[in-house]
């Protein structure tokens, strides 16, 4: 499946960056092209093939994320 984050700020976005770096995952980091109000700076990143605990490994690593979407790849 495939795993969208979105963050509040660049900050984050960045620290979750190293940690995908640093465990090896393939991710895409990108600037929301359509932030909704309250977004802040809107950054997302995408994580194709994402295993189901990802975003609980990064929620133990203290990254903070608006929102987590997981998407079905049939689709």
């Not at 509040?8 to 109000?37: D, F, G, M, W």
Request: aromatic content about 10%.
């Amino acid at each position: 499946m495939k795993l969208i984050l979105k963050f509040n700020s660049v900050t984050y976005a960045l620290k979750a960056q190293s940690v995908l770096k640093r465990k090896r995952i393939k991710h895409k980091l990108t600037k929301n092209p359509e932030p909704k109000k309250g977004e802040g700076c809107g950054y997302i990143i995408t994580v194709d093939n994402a295993d189901t605990s990802l975003a609980a490994y990064l929620d133990g690593e203290g990254i903070a994320y608006k929102e987590a979407i997981w998407k079905d790849d049939l689709f």
